[in-house]
C-alpha cells in the first residue's frame, strides 16, 4: 500500500512545506468585478485580489475544482504507483469541492480515492493535510490514519472576525437578516464554525474587543487537550495580524502558535479586515 494526500487549495499550506511534501493541489477559482474567474494563486494573488474587493460591485463568486482536473490529479498518483489517496477538503458546507471529489471517486479505477471532510477551511483545514502526512511517514495504516483525522476534527475550530459582514452576506454564506442586523447595530461580528458552515457567535461593540475575544474563545475550547495549537489567519491588515501573533505567543506559552494567511478564495467571503484564530487539540508538525 501506498497513500499520497492531496488538498485544495484554500489549505493554504506554506509554500515550502508543498514542495517539501510534494503535495498535489487543487485549485479553486474566484470570480470578481470583471465577470472573469481566476485560478487561485495562479491568476490571482492575495494581494490582487484585496485590491480588486475595494470597489467590488457585484457579489465575488468562487468556484471548485472542475472534475476533468481531479480525475487527472487522482490518475496520475494512480501512475506513480500509489494505490490510495486522503482527498482532504474544506466543508461541504460553504463549497462543493467534497461532492466533486466523491463524484470523481466514482469515476476512477485503480485507486481508492478516500474523501475527508475537514467541515473547516484555511490553514485550519491544512493542518489536516499535514497531519495525514506525519501519520504515514510514521508507518500508521490507513484506517488508523483515518480515525485520527475524524478525532481531531472534533478538536479542531475556528473563529473569525470581519470588518463588514455584506461580503459572507453577497456570497450566501451568512443570510440577508443576519448582516442587516449587525450593519443596524454597527456591531463587530465574532463568527465561528458550526456544522461546517459560518455562523455568528457573538456580538461586540469594537474590534478591539472582538480580536480579543476571538482569542480567548480560541483557547478555550482546547485548554484541557494534552497538546494544544492555536493559528493565526491574518489577511490584508499585516499590522493587525502580527499583533494578535505577537501577543498570543506571550500570552499562551504551554500552546504552539503558528501564523497563515487567507488566500483570494476564502478572503473574497471574508472581506478586506477579515482575521481568524484556529484551535486543534494536536501538536502539529510543520
Known amino acids: 500500500m501506498k497513500v499520497a494526500v492531496l488538498t485544495d487549495s484554500t489549505s493554504y499550506i506554506p509554500q515550502d512545506l508543498i514542495e517539501k511534501y510534494h503535495i498535489p493541489i487543487a485549485h479553486l477559482y474566484v470570480t470578481l468585478n470583471d465577470n472573469e474567474s481566476y485560478k487561485e494563486f495562479v491568476e490571482i494573488s492575495k494581494e490582487q485580489?484585496?485590491?480588486k474587493l475595494?470597489?467590488?460591485k457585484t457579489a465575488p463568486r468562487t468556484s471548485q475544482p472542475a472534475i476533468g482536473t481531479l480525475v487527472d490529479m487522482y490518475e496520475k498518483l494512480k501512475d506513480e504507483g500509489y494505490t490510495d489517496v486522503i482527498s482532504?477538503?474544506?466543508?461541504?458546507g460553504i463549497s462543493g469541492t467534497v461532492q466533486t471529489a466523491m463524484q470523481v471517486n466514482d469515476m476512477i479505477e485503480g485507486i481508492n480515492i478516500h474523501v475527508f471532510d475537514t467541515k473547516i477551511a484555511a490553514f485550519a483545514e491544512g493542518v489536516f493535510v499535514l497531519?495525514?502526512?506525519?501519520?504515514?511517514?510514521?508507518?500508521?495504516?490507513?484506517?488508523?490514519?483515518l480515525k485520527e483525522l475524524e478525532s481531531m476534527r472534533e478538536e479542531t475550530g475556528a473563529y473569525i472576525v470581519v470588518d463588514d459582514l455584506k461580503y459572507l452576506q453577497k456570497s450566501g454564506r451568512i443570510s440577508n437578516a443576519q448582516a442587516w442586523i449587525g450593519t443596524l447595530l454597527k456591531m463587530k461580528p465574532l463568527l465561528c464554525f458550526?456544522?461546517?458552515?459560518i455562523v455568528p457567535n457573538e456580538k461586540v461593540r469594537t474590534k478591539k474587543r472582538a480580536l480579543k475575544m476571538m482569542v480567548?474563545?480560541?483557547a478555550?475550547?482546547?485548554?484541557d487537550a494534552e497538546d494544544k495549537t492555536l493559528l493565526v489567519i491574518g489577511g490584508d491588515k499585516v499590522d493587525e495580524s502580527n499583533e494578535v501573533y505577537e501577543s498570543m505567543k506571550k500570552e499562551f506559552p504551554d500552546y504552539d502558535v503558528l501564523f497563515s494567511e487567507f488566500g483570494p478564495v476564502v478572503a473574497s467571503h471574508l472581506g478586506p479586515g477579515g482575521i481568524g484564530v484556529g484551535y486543534i487539540g494536536r501538536k502539529i508538525k510543520m
Do not use: P, T
Open 88 to 92: 482532504i477538503h474544506l466543508s461541504s
Open 49 to 51: 485580489c484585496y485590491d
Open 54 to 56: 475595494k470597489d467590488i
Open 131 to 145: 497531519k495525514a502526512i506525519e501519520l504515514i511517514e510514521q508507518g500508521l495504516e490507513l484506517d488508523a490514519i
Open 194 to 197: 458550526e456544522d461546517g458552515k
Open 216 to 218: 480567548r474563545k480560541a
Open 220 to 223: 478555550e475550547e482546547i485548554k
